[in-house]
């Protein structure tokens, strides 16, 4: 009994120091400033107050309407979610930035402690068919920029539309559209999963997408290859940013929920960093129920290694 003990303390041990993870502590407000959210290299969001109405009571909070919030309207688990609606669109600092990684990702010359990044998240239109546009890319170290790809959900009459964009080598900006899914429900939650494979050489970085499970596609990482194009340096990959795409602090767009949310760093020994939250404040009894589940893994597993 006293060794099983012993196996299930150091499980809980192992599940407490694994670098970036941690139980998610966020309450119903403005998400900057909670877990390390911000606007990267601003310490919150910029013009955030600047919405002017809602129909979501949870964005009136400090005397005023703000463009985004932890809310209690709508969640895909638990009882809270983070409502994305508006505020200022810069495409560096300023918007929406997820805490920072340990490590950094990309390609393995830029001097990156791994050469993959990846993400995944649930999603929910706020409204139905009200035109809203939110992008989803990887974030640079210094919050101050789009990173690599280029991932867009856009809430149409028809349904959800998931797309990407690739670059165009040698073209600028120029683009060309890359469709992952039409006509999503808008009542349901949807599922994106993601992941960046950082290669030395031009143009040559790839994302994989799957939208709620789907078969894989793959596309390339826009950004890489703009900067490619125009000589700007590399820019290695920790977090995610988000961009509103519909016009600013338009009052007809009702946003985008989102949950259960995981970003992670990761090189062929395996996991280096991970964050996950589910945009929750965790019962006082997660971190004990965390444990004694462990604890239990650890007291099942426990006799395979008899005899070694």
């Known amino acids: 009994m006293f060794a099983r003990s012993v196996w299930g303390l150091l499980a809980l041990l192992v599940f407490l120091t694994l670098p970036g993870l941690s139980l998610a502590t966020i309450s119903v407000g403005s998400l900057a400033g909670q877990e390390g959210w911000s606007g990267g290299a601003s310490p919150g969001f910029t013009n955030d107050a600047a919405q002017p109405s809602s129909p979501n009571s ?11 919030a932890v809310t209690t309207a709508d969640a895909h688990s638990g009882s809270q979610s983070w409502l994305f609606r508006n505020g200022y669109g810069s495409p560096g600092s300023g918007t929406p930035f ?18 993959s990044f990846s993400a995944s998240f649930w999603f929910k239109a706020a409204g ?17 920029d789009r990173s690599s ?9 028809s349904g959800i539309t998931v797309r990407t964009y690739d670059g165009v080598l040698g073209g600028g900006w120029d683009t060309t559209e890359l469709i ?4 999503l429900d808008h009542a349901q939650w949807h599922q994106i999963s993601m992941t960046g494979q950082f290669f030395d050489g031009t143009n040559n970085d790839t994302w994989t997408y799957q939208v709620n499970g789907g078969a894989p596609v793959v596309g390339g990482a826009y950004f ?6 125009f000589g700007y340096p590399y820019e ?5 940013k988000f961009q509103p795409r519909h016009p600013n602090y338009d009052t007809n767009a009702s946003g985008f929920y989102f949950d259960d949310l995981v970003t992670s760093v990761s090189d062929s020994g395996g996991t280096l960093a991970v964050y996950t939250t589910g945009f929750e404040v965790p019962e ?10 462990l604890l239990g893994l650890s007291v099942f597993r426990r006799p395979r290694f008899s005899g070694l």
């Open 149 to 157: 790809n280029y991932l867009e959900i856009e809430n149409t009459l």
């Open 180 to 183: 992952l899914a039409t006509g």
């Open 284 to 293: 006082p009894s997660t971190s004990l129920l965390v444990g004694l589940g």
């Open 98 to 115: 997820s805490p920072a990684l340990a490590v950094n990702a990309g390609q393995p010359s830029s001097g990156a402690g791994a050469n």
């Open 128 to 144: 139905s068919g009200d035109g809203s546009r939110i992008m989803i890319a990887g974030g640079n170290p210094a919050g101050n």
């Open 58 to 68: 949870d964005l009136f909070y400090g005397g005023d309407w703000h463009g985004q």
């Open 224 to 229: 890489e290859t703009a900067r490619d194009n």
């Open 236 to 240: 290695m990959t920790n977090r995610l």
